[in-house]
């Protein structure tokens, strides 16, 4: 089980290089990510936007980025279908969003000429190392479903096994999180909490432990669950926290990261490759950690 981003990072180098497509690649930080990538072997590259803004910036951060391909291409839209279609016919290994709106790229990888496309549902998911933990915690969806229902957020759960799966995470635990860890139906979160449970009970949901519904100090306290006399034996040992609606995992990753000092990674999964799409204003360490948990998704 990988447990830290060193060990990640490490990892990935092993098993890298991996190509990244970078769709409008003209930015410090991702050009930052790229290059500290590169100088540890983890990736080869091809630059996709303006290549001369590319280059300068690439010459302001001393980064060689001659062995790379690089493709002019000024038009965000162009240049992101440009970056997908690649993957798609099997020249790059993932798709990495540079300077380019989150919704061009996505309608880029949704694209259904040379796009990403499975007929799942596109999730976000994002690993969070903290002292607070004792190992990755895992948060999805805090950037694509809006309000999943029931099936929904199954084949969210199903689209963070990818991850675990990537992290040698056996059989990992999944906490279905809500505002209490009771069930109750004035609260819809809960009863899709019981049925999550109930569905990987009868094995609608392999290679996963589905418990909840669970508050977030139970989920990852065990002294907290301890005190609430919760029995459930993932109480303060869960993997994936599955939220219920995107408001909860927004404000979970960005006080994670802006309140706690967590170091965090994030990918968008359910697409035939890893799409790194981190938000503009993660730093360059998240990049490069979300870099390197899809060149471990993609040699799977």
């Known amino acids: 089980m990988i447990k830290d981003f060193d060990i990640l990072i490490e990892t990935a180098a092993k098993k890298g290089p991996k190509t990244v497509a970078v769709a409008c690649a003209q930015?410090?930080?991702?050009l930052m990510a790229l290059k500290n990538a590169f100088e540890k072997k983890m990736i080869k590259g091809i630059l996709i936007g303006d290549t001369q803004l590319i280059q300068k910036i690439a010459d302001e951060i001393d980064f060689d980025i001659s062995s790379f391909e690089c493709i002019h291409i000024e038009d965000m839209k162009e240049a992101s279908l440009k970056a997908v279609s690649l993957v798609?016919?099997?020249k790059a290994d993932m798709v990495m969003k540079g300077l380019v709106d989150t919704s061009i790229i996505l309608k880029a990888v949704l694209d259904k000429e040379v796009g990403l496309r499975t007929g799942n549902v596109l999730s976000h998911v994002a690993i969070f190392s903290?002292?607070?933990?004792?190992?990755?915690?895992?948060v999805t969806d805090a950037a694509m479903n809006i309000a999943p229902d029931l099936n929904t957020k199954k084949q969210i759960i199903e689209n963070a096994l990818s991850v675990t799966r990537a992290l040698e995470i056996d059989c990992p635990n999944v906490g279905v999180l809500a505002a209490k860890e009771k069930v109750n139906p004035?609260?819809?979160a809960t009863l899709d909490a019981a049925a999550l449970v109930e569905m990987c009970n009868k094995g609608e949901i392999p290679g996963c432990k589905v418990g909840g519904p669970f508050a977030?100090?139970?989920a990852i306290s065990k002294e907290a669950a301890k005190t609430k006399k919760i029995s459930d034996?993932?109480?303060g040992d869960v993997d994936i926290l599955l939220c219920p609606a995107i408001e909860t995992g927004n404000v979970l990753y960005k006080a994670l990261n802006f309140i706690a000092g967590a170091e965090s990674a994030g990918v968008i999964v359910g697409a035939t490759a890893p799409v790194i799409l981190t938000s503009r204003a993660d730093s360059d360490a998240t990049k490069l950690n979300s870099i390197a948990l899809a060149v471990l998704m993609s040699s799977k």
């Open 186 to 188: 004035a609260m819809p």
């Open 216 to 218: 977030l100090d139970n």
């Open 130 to 138: 903290t002292a607070a933990y004792h190992k990755f915690m895992i």
């Open 27 to 30: 930015d410090d930080d991702v």
């Open 233 to 235: 034996p993932m109480a």
């Open 88 to 90: 798609s016919e099997g």
